[in-house]
């Protein structure tokens, strides 16, 4: 009798899991979101995103330095009649100079503008990696409530068996160690469910902060299919579409017009600047003007060490710009062969096997509940079944985590 009791708690338990925090069941309508609509929003409000934008207004400030030009200078002077001659007369003097660059000032405003134009580049490569880490962690989220979707129906399922077998034990038609069989099953059924509302709760957390933490309320969740999606791409077409989107490709090689920029605006600091002058001086009444012009004779300083400095950064910039251009390729490479395997394991699993363990359970539990079965059988029956479900689950987020490598790798979500 008292073992009887402590299998009732256990079911209750069970009942108790299973009327836990479900989907849907709050009275207020949930938000839910798409991974069409997490992306967008990511790149709205992802606060790191928001940060890394802030670096093209920097580069943008540079261009307004970059043309400013010399400001003139204004000088005055007196001097006071000498203690030793003190009938001596005053001397007052204004003069006005300013520097004019030659030619620096265009090479300047270029340079600035073509290093504001890799910093957005840069910006638009972070943009596509947090659109990847929006997808895969929606992905996940999806895995998550997939998987505990089932763990829930598995355990409502063995709800059953374990009462099949308390009235089996009553009538002592198993024995006492079968039926704890049974009761030990069941808590495992229950940690699953569980450990799936953690994985679950904890995924939706991760998404929420790549989101941006104050845009979605805490109780949100996601909608759309969770399956594999078939897509039929060629190789060369993607390599393509990949030299054409990629931000860090075109970085690279903006990088390559910004080391030109660089090297022949070092070029133009070679040559020396025309300072231009006007003085008037007024002495015991005498007034004069003078007018001068001084030039820096470049016989030593030719800026020859920032000529070599960025002629370095230039042959830098070759070397990184072919880098980004191989890795292009085997990114590009990798996803790909990722996508035909994921789809060929998510192939296997339509075949036929999810259907075969499926019966496998069915067949095992009918004749279980009519003793033409052993206990033994009909557990491994049901960890096989739980198994062959939780592993295609997975092959499912897997194959959907190729595809957005492949979007990734090429740099733009549409792959048509």
């Known amino acids: 009798m008292k073992t009887r009791i402590v299998g009732s708690v256990s079911v209750a338990m069970a009942c108790m899991l299973l009327a836990g925090p479900l989907r849907g069941q709050s009275t207020v309508e949930q938000v839910r979101i798409t991974l069409d609509e997490a992306i967008p ?30 400001n003139p200078v204004l000088s005055g002077s007196w001097q006071p009649p000498s203690l030793f001659a003190p009938e001596g007369a005053s001397q007052v003097g204004l003069g006005l100079s300013n520097d004019f ?10 340079a600035a503008r073509d290093a504001t134009d890799v910093t957005r580049s840069q910006v638009g490569d972070s943009e596509r990696g947090l659109a990847f880490q929006v997808a895969s962690q929606f992905i ?15 355990l409502k399922s063995f709800q059953n068996a374990v009462e099949i077998s308390e009235f089996q034990y009553g009538a002592g038609g198993i024995s006492e160690n079968d039926y704890l069989k049974v009761k030990l099953q069941l808590l495992q059924f229950a940690t699953d469910v569980q450990q799936a509302q953690l994985a679950r709760a904890q ?21 759309g299919p969770f ?56 002495s015991a009444g005498i007034a004069a003007a003078i007018l001068g ?83 033994l059988d009909f557990l491994d029956a049901e960890r096989s079944y739980r198994a062959t479900q939780i592993a295609y689950r997975q092959a499912i987020a897997t194959h959907l985590l190729a ?14």
């Open 101 to 110: 660059e030659l030619g620096k000032r265009g090479r300047r405003i270029r």
């Open 403 to 416: 595809l957005e490598q492949i979007r990734q790798a090429v740099g733009t979500r549409s792959l048509q």
């Open 41 to 70: 929003m990511a790149l709205q409000h992802n606060h790191n995103l928001m940060a890394t934008r802030t670096a093209i207004e920097q580069s943008r400030a540079q261009e307004i330095t970059a043309g400013l030009r010399p």
């Open 140 to 154: 996940n989220v999806q895995l998550a409530e997939s998987t505990l979707e089932l763990a829930q129906q598995n």
């Open 227 to 282: 399956d594999d999606q078939p897509l039929k791409v060629d190789l060369e077409d993607l390599q393509k579409l990949a030299s054409q989107n990629r931000p860090d490709l075109r970085a690279a090689e903006q990088g390559l017009a910004a080391a030109d920029s660089q090297h022949e605006l070092a070029k133009v600091n070679a040559r020396p600047d025309v300072t231009l002058s006007a003085n008037y001086q007024n």
């Open 293 to 375: 012009v001084s030039v820096p004779l470049p016989v030593f300083d030719r800026n020859q060490g920032e000529v070599a400095r960025t002629q370095s950064v230039r042959a830098q910039a070759q070397q990184q710009h072919a880098e980004v251009l191989g890795q292009v390729k085997t990114d590009v490479r990798d996803a790909y062969e990722a996508l035909q395997t994921s789809d060929r394991v998510a192939g296997f699993y339509r075949s036929g096997y999810l259907e075969v363990a499926q019966k496998s359970r069915d067949i095992s539990e009918y004749a279980y509940r009519r003793g033409a079965a052993s206990l």
């Open 203 to 223: 995924a939706l957390a991760d998404l929420r902060q790549l989101l941006g933490y104050e845009s979605v309320p805490p109780d949100y969740d996601v909608t």
